[in-house]
Nanobody, 114 residues
Framework: VQLVESGGGLVQPGGSLRLSCAASGFTFSRYVMSWYRQAPGKERELVARIAPTGGSLNYRDSVKGRFTISRDNAKNTVYLQMNSLKPEDTAVYFC????????WGQGAQVTVSS
């Protein structure tokens, strides 16, 4: 199993970024996919989760209305569109799936700063 994130970077407050996670090595369309993040000195936290068919979405309260998770099962890719970014969104963002074993990507740094 391999999860490879891309799309991180530096953005000003109020800006937008889209993260992508390309998955391989398992049947992507069968599994829930999630985005987590970890800020310096803090625990890793769930940001958003999407069901295998994309029909059920969950978000942590602090990102509701600003972030959107989506997936393209034909491309084995999950996305996180992040709008109206705030400095407190600064973190390393990780793609995750659990097939009976937890798998993590290498992480993508998102920095929100003026």
């Amino acid at each position: 199993v391999q999860l490879v994130e891309s799309g991180g970077g530096l953005v000003q407050p109020g800006g937008s970024l889209r993260l992508s996670c390309a998955a391989s090595g398992f049947t992507f369309s069968r599994y829930v996919m999630s985005w987590y993040r970890q800020a310096p000195g803090k625990e890793r936290e769930l940001v958003a989760r999407i069901a295998p068919t994309g029909g059920s979405l969950n978000y942590r309260d602090s990102v509701k209305g600003r972030f959107t998770i989506s997936r393209d099962n034909a491309k084995n890719t999950v996305y996180l569109q992040m709008n109206s970014l705030k400095p407190e969104d600064t973190a390393v963002y990780f793609c995750n799936t659990n097939t009976g074993y937890q798998y993590w990507g290498q992480g993508a740094q998102v920095t929100v700063s003026s």
